[in-house]
C-alpha cells in the first residue's frame, strides 16, 4: 500500500508544468517556508501561480529589501533565503544583496525575471544582462534555455548554496520559460562532477595540529562565521576547554563561542580587544576555524601573528594560504574537523602562565568609555540593551560606529542570534535582515540597531514591518552624522568633515508614526531605560530614537597599514 | 614575473569564458594568452591559460579559484611538467622578386610552410613553441611584416614524465 502511494506521488511528481509552477513545486518539494520578493512585467505568469500556491511571499518595498531579508532569514534558519525579483531594474537593484551574501557566505536562491528569450540581446524594455552582471557576485548562475532543465536546474542551485561554502546562486527566468510547458521531475539526483566539496578533512594534518598543539605554549583560535555555518559551537567549547586554549571571534563568528566564558578573549581586528589582538600578536600557534583573515582582522599583515605557526581549518581551500602563510592546511568542514581534534584527545598544552598573561591584560585594558551625566553614550545604550534582554536577543545591525558598539557590548552568548554585513559592510542592510531574522524566529526578541545614515538607506521596509505586524525593536543610534566617517576624518583627515554630518535628520519618531509604529526617543539614560523596557514589553514593533554623544569615537582601533599590536586608545 | 601555463577542462556552457575570464580581472591575473578548443568528450572544452605571476603563492591561489568554479571540471599547472607546448602563427610578409626566394630558403629550418601567395606578399604558417616563433617573426621583421596572427599557446603533459619532474601536487587534500 505504502509503496503504492509512492509510486502514485511519483507519477503526480511527474506531470506536466509550466515554468511558472515548476518554480513553485520545487520550492514547495525544498520545503521553503517563505519567499521574499517584488513583481514585475518578465514576472508576471510566476507571480500569477503564486497567487493561489499556498506559498508565503513577502512583499517587501523594494528588491534590495528583499534580498537583505532573505539573508537576515538566511543566517537565523540556517536555511537558503530565497527571493524573487523582476527584469531589468528589479534585478540590478539586488545587486548589493547579493555582493554582500557571496562575501559573507549566505545561502540564497535568487529567481530573477528575464525579457522573453527572442528579445534577449536586442535592449528590449527593462532588459538588462543579469548573468553578465552577476557573475563575480554569485557562487553560481544559470540561464534558463529551455523549460525541460528547470527542475533540474533549481535543484542544483538549492544544493550548491547550501553545501560547501555556502553562497548566492541566482537562476534567470525568460518570461516564455515561465509559460512553456515541460514534465516535472523533481526527483533526480545532483550530478555535477565539477562540484565536489571536501568536508572530510585530512587525517594527517589533523594529526599534525594535535601534534603543534601539544608543544604550544601560546596557542590561541580565532573562530570566523565557518564555525556558525557548520554549526559546530557546541564542538568549539568543546575543544576549546579540552585543550585549554582561549578563543578569539572574528565579527561575524560572534556567538559562536560564549562571551562570558573564562577562555573568551574578545573581537579581533581594527575594533577588537586588546587582549585578543595581542594574543593574536605574541600567540606561538594560531588556529583559525572557518575565518577568512580579512584586512580588519589581520591589520598590516607583514606584522600579523608573526610568532606564530598558523593552522587553518576551511571548507574552502582557496581561503587556505590567501592572506597568511599556512603551515598546517586542513580542508573540510569545521564541526568535522573539531569532532576529530576532540577524538584525538591529545597531550594538552602547558598555558598557565600564558593564560595568566591573557588575563592580566583583560583587566589591565577592558574596553572602556566615559559615562557622563545627562549624556546617552552610545557603548551605555548597547550594554543597556544587552542587560534588558539578558544577552539572548536577535540583534540585527547596519555598518559603522553602531555596529562596532554591538559587537563590542552586546556579549553574545547563543549562536545564530547576530546578523550583521561583515565583508561587504553594506549599510541599510539592518532594518530588512530583521524581518527576515524575525520570520525565521517569530518568538525571538528580534532587535535592529541602526545608525541614522543607514536607516535612511532601506528604512521603506517599516511598511513590512507594520503590515505583518513583526514586533521587531527599531534602535536608531542617532549621532546626526555618518558617524564612522566623521570618525576617520576627525582623526586622519584634521577634522575637515566633508559630507557627514546630518543635522537637518527627519523627526524619526513622526517618521514611524506615519508609518503606523509607534514610536519614542530618548536623550538620556534615564529616558533610555524607560523606553528600552517600555518596547521590550510591547508585543508590536517599536521604533527608538536615542539621540546619543554626538563625538563618541569607537576604540580601541588599529589604524590602516598598522599591524595589531599597534592599536590605539586602549588606555586613558 | 613567472610565467605559469594552466589547463583545464570545462562543461561547454555558455558564458563559462566570461566566468573564467571574468576571475582573472576580478583577482588582479594578467593573461598572456588563452585558447579554447573541443576535446574528445563531447559538452566539454579544454582551456589553456599563460598566465604572469609574481610569485608561486598567486599560481597557487589561481588554480584553487578556477576550481572554484561549478563549471570547472579540472585545473593542472603543468609548467614543472614535461609537457608539449605549441602555438601557431600565420605571418603575411612583404616581398619582391628579389626577396622571394630569399624568404623561402630562410623559413625551411623552422619547418614552415607557404600557404598564400599574391604578387607582393606571403603568408607563412609556422607551429612550434612560443619562442621559436618570435625568432622566424625576427628574421622576417626586416622584409616587413604586413599583418601577423598568433593563436596562443596550448599544452600539454607528456605520455611519460621523467622521474625528476615530479608533479607538483597541491600541498593540501
Not at chain 1, 146 to 155: A, C, W
Not at chain 2, 14 to 27: A, E, M, Q, S, Y
Request: proline content about 6%.
Amino acid at each position: 500500500m505504502a509503496a503504492n502511494m509512492k509510486v502514485k506521488e511519483r507519477v503526480a511528481k511527474k506531470q506536466t508544468l509550466c515554468g511558472a509552477l515548476m518554480l513553485i513545486e520545487a520550492l514547495k518539494a525544498e520545503n521553503v517556508k517563505v519567499i521574499f520578493g517584488y513583481p514585475g512585467g518578465a514576472v508576471l505568469p510566476i507571480y500569477d501561480k503564486l497567487y493561489e500556491s499556498g506559498v508565503f511571499h513577502v512583499l517587501t518595498r523594494h528588491e534590495q529589501g528583499a534580498i537583505h531579508a532573505a539573508e537576515g532569514y538566511a543566517r537565523i534558519s540556517g536555511k537558503p533565503g530565497v527571493v524573487i525579483a523582476t527584469s531589468g531594474p528589479g534585478a540590478t537593484n539586488i545587486v548589493t544583496g547579493l555582493t554582500d551574501a557571496m562575501m559573507d557566505s549566505i545561502p540564497l536562491v535568487v529567481f530573477t525575471g528575464q525579457v522573453a528569450s527572442n528579445v534577449i540581446g536586442s535592449d528590449a524594455f527593462q532588459e538588462a544582462d543579469v548573468l553578465g552582471i552577476t557573475m563575480p557576485i554569485t557562487k553560481h548562475s544559470y540561464q534558463v534555455r529551455d523549460v525541460h532543465e528547470l527542475p533540474k536546474i533549481i535543484k542544483e542551485a538549492f544544493h550548491i548554496a547550501t553545501t560547501g561554502r555556502p553562497g548566492p546562486v541566482l537562476i534567470d527566468i525568460p518570461k516564455d520559460m515561465s509559460v512553456a510547458e515541460a514534465e516535472f521531475d523533481y526527483e533526480q539526483e545532483v550530478q555535477l562532477p565539477g562540484y565536489q566539496p571536501t568536508t572530510r578533512p585530512n587525517h594527517l594534518q589533523i594529526r599534525k595540529l594535535v601534534e603543534a598543539v601539544s608543544q604550544a605554549k601560546r596557542p590561541v583560535i580565532l573562530a570566523g562565521a565557518g564555525v556558525l555555518h557548520a554549526n559546530a559551537h557546541e564542538q568549539l567549547k568543546q575543544y576549546a576547554e579540552q585543550q585549554h586554549i582561549p578563543v578569539i571571534h572574528t565579527l561575524l563568528g560572534l556567538g559562536g563561542f560564549p562571551a562570558d566564558h573564562p577562555l573568551f578573549l574578545g573581537m579581533a581586528g581594527m575594533h577588537g580587544t586588546y587582549t585578543a589582538n595581542m594574543a593574536l600578536y605574541e600567540c606561538d600557534l594560531l588556529i583559525n576555524i572557518g575565518a577568512r583573515f580579512d584586512d580588519r582582522v589581520t591589520g598590516n599583515l607583514a606584522h600579523f601573528a608573526p610568532k606564530a605557526t598558523v593552522a587553518h581549518i576551511d571548507i574552502d581551500p582557496a581561503e587556505i594560504g590567501k592572506n597568511v602563510p599556512t603551515k598546517i592546511p586542513i580542508v573540510g568542514d569545521a564541526k568535522e574537523a573539531l569532532i576529530q581534534l576532540i577524538e584525538q584527545n591529545g597531550k594538552r598544552p602547558d598555558v598557565s602562565e600564558w593564560l595568566n598573561k591573557l588575563n592580566e591584560w583583560k583587566r589591565e585594558y577592558p574596553l572602556m568609555y566615559k559615562r557622563e551625566p545627562g549624556v546617552l553614550k552610545p557603548q551605555r545604550l548597547i550594554e543597556m540593551i544587552h542587560e534588558y534582554t539578558n544577552g539572548e536577543a536577535v540583534v540585527t545591525t547596519d555598518v559603522g560606529q553602531h555596529q562596532m558598539w554591538v559587537a563590542q557590548y552586546y556579549k553574545f552568548k547563543h549562536p545564530h542570534r547576530w546578523v550583521t554585513s561583515g565583508g561587504l559592510g553594506t549599510m541599510g542592510f539592518g532594518l530588512p535582515a530583521a524581518i527576515g531574522a524575525q520570520l525565521a524566529q517569530p518568538e525571538a526578541t528580534v532587535i535592529s540597531i541602526v545608525g541614522d545614515g543607514g536607516f535612511q538607506m532601506t528604512l521603506q521596509e517599516l511598511s513590512v514591518i507594520q503590515e505583518l505586524n513583526l514586533p521587531i525593536k527599531i534602535v536608531i543610534v542617532n549621532n546626526q552624522a555618518l558617524g564612522m566617517v566623521r570618525q576617520w576624518q576627525e582623526i586622519f583627515y584634521e577634522k575637515r568633515y566633508s559630507h557627514s554630518l546630518i543635522p537637518n535628520q527627519p523627526d524619526f519618531v513622526r517618521l514611524a508614526e506615519a508609518y503606523g509604529i509607534k514610536a519614542m526617543r530618548a536623550t538620556t539614560e534615564e529616558e533610555a531605560e524607560y523606553v528600552l523596557k517600555e518596547a521590550l514589553v510591547t508585543n508590536a514593533p517599536v521604533l527608538l530614537d536615542f539621540h546619543v554623544h554626538p563625538g563618541e569615537n569607537v576604540y580601541p582601533m588599529v589604524a590602516p597599514g598598522k599591524g595589531l599590536h599597534e592599536m590605539v586608545g586602549v588606555k586613558w | 614575473m613567472v610565467k605559469r601555463i594552466i589547463t583545464m577542462t570545462v562543461n561547454n556552457r555558455p558564458g563559462v569564458l566570461n566566468r573564467i575570464t571574468g576571475l582573472f580581472t576580478k583577482r588582479h591575473y594578467n593573461i598572456e594568452s588563452i585558447t579554447v578548443g573541443h576535446t574528445e568528450s563531447e559538452g566539454i572544452s579544454r582551456m589553456t591559460f599563460v598566465v604572469n605571476v609574481d610569485d608561486e603563492r598567486i599560481a597557487e591561489q589561481i588554480t584553487k579559484q578556477l576550481n572554484k568554479q561549478i563549471d570547472v571540471l579540472k585545473v593542472v599547472d603543468i609548467t614543472d611538467q614535461a609537457i608539449i607546448v605549441r602555438e601557431l602563427a600565420l605571418i603575411k610578409v612583404a616581398v619582391t622578386p628579389a626577396t622571394r626566394g630569399e624568404i623561402y630558403t630562410l623559413i625551411e629550418p623552422f619547418r614552415a610552410a607557404i600557404v598564400d601567395v599574391a604578387r607582393d606578399s606571403l603568408v607563412v604558417q609556422v607551429t612550434g613553441e612560443p619562442e621559436k616563433i618570435d625568432a622566424l617573426i625576427d628574421l622576417l621583421k626586416p622584409y616587413g611584416l604586413k599583418e601577423v596572427a598568433r593563436t596562443g599557446t596550448t599544452a600539454f603533459p607528456r605520455g611519460s614524465q621523467r622521474a625528476s619532474s615530479t608533479n607538483k601536487s597541491l600541498f593540501i587534500i
